[in-house]
């Protein structure tokens, strides 16, 4: 009697030693947290994989981490980073975006004539005035010229730069004289983006082109093509 009275006392030490790891295996397991966004058709994107739209389910195994990004055009990027690691507070049952207007959109148009060239004919003036002209326009809209060639028919601007809170944009006019019979010019709107900001206009290989121009811009080749003609 009294052995068995021991074996069972073992039995319930053991239990008892052991259910709290049990526990707290539990507890430091895999978490899922309900992610979701202000705007219904929100791109969720987590460890750079899309997962849904407007609201999604996160899983982050332990002693791992995983990033969640919310993406919509015309909104700044949202991104948040959860843990499910031992000695740090345990990740959210929820999490909610709240997105933001991207001011770089707000502040620019979508367009066909960026980073093309467009044709301008000459009819009635001379090169002279036309030039003379062409450089007028130029610096209504840019106050710096890199380059200029009269004899070529060739101008260039430096960079006009704008930085927002998630983009920089950099825009230049290029002037290339194309045909003398007829006098034809073609004039190109240079618009690029880094997508961060306070991007060194000099970091060339941080920018790219994009379809948009700054609303300043915006009337740069209609302005050339009712006054050169």
């Not at 093309?116 to 003379?132: F, L, N, Q, R, S």
Request: hydrophobic share 40%; charged share 30%.
């Amino acid at each position: 009697m009294k052995r068995k009275i021991t074996i069972l006392t073992f039995i319930a030490v053991l239990i008892f030693s052991v259910t709290p790891a049990r526990s707290n295996e539990v507890y430091y397991g895999k978490k899922k947290i309900q992610v979701s966004a202000s705007e219904s058709d929100a791109e969720i994107i987590v460890n750079g994989k899309t997962v849904g739209k407007g609201s999604a389910e996160v899983l982050v195994q332990k002693d791992d981490c995983v990033t969640v990004l919310v993406k919509k055009i015309g909104y700044l990027v949202e991104q948040i980073e959860f843990c499910n690691q031992k000695g740090m507070a345990a990740p959210p049952k929820s999490h909610h975006f709240e997105m933001h207007n991207d001011d770089a959109f707000d502040a620019s148009v979508q367009t066909d004539i960026a980073n093309v060239d467009i044709e301008i004919k000459v009819d009635d003036m001379d090169k002279d005035k036309a030039w003379k002209l062409i450089n007028q326009i130029v610096l209504n809209y840019i106050d710096v010229i890199e380059m200029t060639d009269k004899e070529t028919g060739y101008l260039r601007t430096a960079w006009s730069l704008q930085t927002f809170k998630q983009n920089t944009i950099r825009t230049r006019m290029i002037v290339k004289e194309s045909s003398t019979s007829p006098l034809v010019y073609k004039v190109k709107l240079v618009s690029e983006e880094s997508g961060e900001p306070l991007t060194s206009v000099k970091n060339d290989h941080l920018f790219k082109e994009w379809d948009r121009v700054l609303r300043s811009y915006d009337h740069t080749i209609s302005e050339f093509q009712a006054r050169i003609k």
